[in-house]
Protein backbone atom coordinates (compact mmCIF):
# COMPACT_ATOMS: atom_id res chain seq x y z
CA UNK A 1 0.00 0.00 0.00
CA UNK A 2 1.51 3.39 -0.99
CA UNK A 3 2.24 5.70 1.53
CA UNK A 4 1.39 9.47 1.08
CA UNK A 5 2.66 12.50 3.09
CA UNK A 6 1.28 15.98 2.75
CA UNK A 7 3.05 19.24 2.70
CA UNK A 8 1.20 22.36 2.66
CA UNK A 9 2.60 25.69 3.65
CA UNK A 10 2.58 29.63 2.32
CA UNK A 11 4.28 30.49 -0.87
CA UNK A 12 7.95 30.89 -0.19
CA UNK A 13 8.41 28.60 2.90
CA UNK A 14 11.07 26.58 0.71
CA UNK A 15 8.09 23.49 0.25
CA UNK A 16 9.09 22.33 -3.25
CA UNK A 17 13.32 22.34 -2.70
CA UNK A 18 12.78 20.78 0.83
CA UNK A 19 10.14 18.57 -0.11
CA UNK A 20 12.17 17.05 -3.46
CA UNK A 21 15.40 16.50 -0.86
CA UNK A 22 13.45 14.81 1.57
CA UNK A 23 11.78 12.60 -1.06
CA UNK A 24 14.88 11.54 -2.51
CA UNK A 25 16.53 10.94 0.62
CA UNK A 26 13.40 8.63 1.36
CA UNK A 27 12.90 7.08 -2.09
CA UNK A 28 9.83 8.56 -2.31
CA UNK A 29 8.44 10.45 -5.52
CA UNK A 30 8.25 14.38 -4.69
CA UNK A 31 5.10 15.99 -6.73
CA UNK A 32 5.05 19.69 -6.79
CA UNK A 33 0.92 20.27 -7.47
CA UNK A 34 1.47 24.30 -7.45
CA UNK A 35 3.56 24.02 -10.60
CA UNK A 36 -0.28 22.33 -11.92
CA UNK A 37 -1.71 25.67 -11.16
CA UNK A 38 1.03 27.77 -12.35
CA UNK A 39 1.03 25.86 -15.86
CA UNK A 40 -2.60 27.12 -16.37
CA UNK A 41 -1.99 29.92 -14.79
CA UNK A 42 1.04 30.11 -18.30
CA UNK A 43 -2.08 28.77 -20.85
CA UNK A 44 -4.62 31.94 -19.19
CA UNK A 45 -1.47 34.27 -19.95
CA UNK A 46 -0.98 32.91 -23.20
CA UNK A 47 -4.58 33.20 -24.27
CA UNK A 48 -4.80 36.63 -22.46
CA UNK A 49 -7.39 35.74 -19.87
CA UNK A 50 -7.21 37.37 -16.69
CA UNK A 51 -7.34 35.32 -14.11
CA UNK A 52 -10.44 36.57 -12.46
CA UNK A 53 -12.24 35.27 -15.18
CA UNK A 54 -13.62 32.40 -13.84
CA UNK A 55 -15.76 31.67 -17.13
CA UNK A 56 -13.06 32.26 -19.76
CA UNK A 57 -10.77 30.27 -17.27
CA UNK A 58 -12.99 27.54 -17.37
CA UNK A 59 -13.82 26.80 -20.55
CA UNK A 60 -10.23 27.34 -21.25
CA UNK A 61 -9.78 24.20 -19.22
CA UNK A 62 -11.27 21.69 -21.90
CA UNK A 63 -9.01 22.70 -24.21
CA UNK A 64 -5.71 22.09 -22.36
CA UNK A 65 -4.47 19.15 -21.34
CA UNK A 66 -1.62 19.54 -18.27
CA UNK A 67 0.12 16.49 -17.27
CA UNK A 68 2.94 15.28 -14.57
CA UNK A 69 5.81 13.46 -15.99
CA UNK A 70 9.47 12.78 -15.08
CA UNK A 71 12.73 12.77 -16.62
CA UNK A 72 15.64 10.05 -16.22
CA UNK A 73 16.41 11.61 -12.83
CA UNK A 74 13.12 11.17 -11.50
CA UNK A 75 12.28 14.54 -11.77
CA UNK A 76 9.18 15.96 -12.47
CA UNK A 77 8.55 18.03 -15.68
CA UNK A 78 4.79 19.51 -16.38
CA UNK A 79 3.62 19.84 -19.47
CA UNK A 80 1.08 21.96 -20.84
CA UNK A 81 -0.54 20.46 -24.20
CA UNK A 82 2.56 18.18 -24.48
CA UNK A 83 5.19 21.26 -24.28
CA UNK A 84 7.49 20.85 -21.50
CA UNK A 85 6.98 24.40 -19.10
CA UNK A 86 8.28 23.49 -16.32
CA UNK A 87 11.18 26.58 -16.65
CA UNK A 88 8.43 28.60 -17.78
CA UNK A 89 6.33 28.49 -14.44
CA UNK A 90 9.03 29.89 -12.66
CA UNK A 91 8.06 33.72 -12.74
CA UNK A 92 6.71 36.12 -10.45
CA UNK A 93 3.98 36.82 -12.75
CA UNK A 94 3.42 33.37 -13.37
CA UNK A 95 3.27 32.99 -9.61
CA UNK A 96 0.66 35.81 -9.13
CA UNK A 97 -1.33 34.74 -12.01
CA UNK A 98 -1.67 30.93 -10.28
CA UNK A 99 -2.58 32.62 -7.08
CA UNK A 100 -5.58 34.15 -8.43
CA UNK A 101 -6.44 30.91 -10.57
CA UNK A 102 -6.15 28.37 -7.47
CA UNK A 103 -9.10 30.23 -6.24
CA UNK A 104 -11.30 29.04 -9.34
CA UNK A 105 -13.25 26.08 -8.42
CA UNK A 106 -13.29 24.52 -11.67
CA UNK A 107 -9.71 24.70 -11.83
CA UNK A 108 -9.28 22.63 -8.39
CA UNK A 109 -11.64 20.52 -9.54
CA UNK A 110 -9.70 19.68 -12.82
CA UNK A 111 -6.78 18.90 -11.06
CA UNK A 112 -8.10 17.09 -8.09
CA UNK A 113 -8.46 13.49 -9.50
CA UNK A 114 -4.60 14.09 -11.36
CA UNK A 115 -3.24 14.72 -7.87
CA UNK A 116 -5.11 12.20 -6.07
CA UNK A 117 -4.14 9.05 -8.61
CA UNK A 118 -0.34 10.14 -8.16
CA UNK A 119 -0.54 9.11 -4.57
CA UNK A 120 -2.91 6.07 -4.93
CA UNK A 121 -0.24 4.67 -7.53
CA UNK A 122 3.01 5.55 -5.14
CA UNK A 123 4.79 6.65 -2.52
CA UNK A 124 4.70 10.60 -2.42
CA UNK A 125 5.59 13.98 -1.02
CA UNK A 126 3.17 15.88 -2.41
CA UNK A 127 3.45 19.91 -1.54
CA UNK A 128 1.02 22.85 -2.06
CA UNK A 129 -1.62 25.19 -0.29
CA UNK A 130 -4.79 22.08 0.24
CA UNK A 131 -2.64 18.48 0.28
CA UNK A 132 -3.36 17.25 3.79
CA UNK A 133 -7.01 19.42 3.96
CA UNK A 134 -8.52 18.97 0.78
CA UNK A 135 -6.59 16.38 -1.94
CA UNK A 136 -5.12 13.83 0.32
CA UNK A 137 -7.07 14.59 3.66
CA UNK A 138 -6.15 10.77 4.98
CA UNK A 139 -2.41 10.84 4.23
CA UNK A 140 -0.16 9.31 6.31
CA UNK A 141 1.68 11.87 7.77
CA UNK A 142 0.92 15.51 7.03
CA UNK A 143 2.97 18.48 7.48
CA UNK A 144 2.57 22.67 7.57
CA UNK A 145 5.49 24.25 6.81
CA UNK A 146 6.20 27.86 7.63
CA UNK A 147 8.55 30.56 8.45
CA UNK A 148 8.25 34.40 8.73
CA UNK A 149 6.71 36.58 5.47
CA UNK A 150 10.27 38.37 5.85
CA UNK A 151 12.07 35.17 5.92
CA UNK A 152 10.41 33.45 3.02
CA UNK A 153 10.31 37.03 0.39
CA UNK A 154 14.57 36.47 1.52
CA UNK A 155 14.72 33.54 0.57
CA UNK A 156 12.83 33.92 -2.59
CA UNK A 157 14.79 37.20 -3.89
CA UNK A 158 17.83 35.47 -3.61
CA UNK A 159 16.64 32.32 -5.53
CA UNK A 160 15.71 35.23 -8.10
CA UNK A 161 18.74 36.87 -8.20
CA UNK A 162 20.51 33.56 -8.73
CA UNK A 163 18.29 32.86 -11.70
CA UNK A 164 19.15 36.66 -13.45
CA UNK A 165 15.96 38.18 -12.30
CA UNK A 166 16.03 42.23 -12.10
CA UNK A 167 13.55 41.84 -8.82
CA UNK A 168 13.73 43.83 -5.72
CA UNK A 169 13.29 42.86 -2.03
CA UNK A 170 10.61 44.93 -1.45
CA UNK A 171 8.67 43.98 -4.42
CA UNK A 172 9.04 40.04 -3.81
CA UNK A 173 8.04 40.78 0.30
CA UNK A 174 4.80 42.58 -1.24
CA UNK A 175 4.04 39.80 -3.56
CA UNK A 176 4.81 37.17 -0.30
CA UNK A 177 2.22 39.07 1.42
CA UNK A 178 -0.41 39.68 -1.13
CA UNK A 179 -0.10 35.77 -1.86
CA UNK A 180 -0.59 35.10 1.59
CA UNK A 181 -3.73 37.13 1.70
CA UNK A 182 -5.07 35.36 -1.45
CA UNK A 183 -4.33 32.41 -0.33
CA UNK A 184 -5.52 31.99 3.08
CA UNK A 185 -8.95 34.26 2.13
CA UNK A 186 -10.28 32.54 -0.77
CA UNK A 187 -13.60 30.41 -0.59
CA UNK A 188 -12.54 27.26 -2.25
CA UNK A 189 -9.88 25.42 -0.60
CA UNK A 190 -7.97 28.49 1.80
CA UNK A 191 -5.09 27.58 2.99
CA UNK A 192 -4.83 26.78 6.58
CA UNK A 193 -2.88 23.73 8.76
CA UNK A 194 -4.55 20.35 8.18
CA UNK A 195 -6.01 18.92 11.06
CA UNK A 196 -3.84 16.90 13.33
CA UNK A 197 -0.58 18.38 11.53
CA UNK A 198 2.52 19.01 12.35
CA UNK A 199 3.52 22.47 12.10
CA UNK A 200 7.21 23.21 11.58
CA UNK A 201 8.52 26.56 11.39
CA UNK A 202 11.65 27.21 9.32
CA UNK A 203 12.28 30.63 10.14
CA UNK A 204 15.55 29.97 12.28
CA UNK A 205 16.30 26.91 10.45
CA UNK A 206 18.62 27.07 7.20
CA UNK A 207 18.05 24.63 4.09
CA UNK A 208 19.57 21.51 5.65
CA UNK A 209 18.38 21.65 8.91
CA UNK A 210 15.03 22.14 7.66
CA UNK A 211 15.13 19.07 5.39
CA UNK A 212 16.27 17.26 8.30
CA UNK A 213 13.88 18.50 10.34
CA UNK A 214 10.71 17.22 7.35
CA UNK A 215 12.39 13.83 7.46
CA UNK A 216 12.43 13.31 11.12
CA UNK A 217 8.67 14.00 11.41
CA UNK A 218 8.01 11.72 8.42
CA UNK A 219 9.72 8.79 10.18
CA UNK A 220 8.92 9.19 13.41
CA UNK A 221 5.20 9.34 11.82
CA UNK A 222 5.45 6.46 9.72
Known sequence: MSVAIALDGPAG???????????????YIYIDTGALYRTIGLSAMRR???PVESKEVSDMLS??????AFNDK???IVLLDGEDVSSLIRTPEVSMTASKISAIPEVRAY???????MAKKNNVIMDGRDIGTVVLPDAKVKI????????RAERRYKELLEKGMNVSYDDVLKDVNERDYNDSHRKTAPLK??????IVDTTELDFEQSVDKIISV???NV
Open 74 to 76: MEQ
Open 193 to 198: PAEGCV
Open 144 to 151: FLTASPEA
Open 218 to 220: IKE
Open 48 to 50: NIE
Open 63 to 68: EIKVEI
Open 111 to 117: LLDLQRD
Open 13 to 27: AGKSTIAKRAAKALD
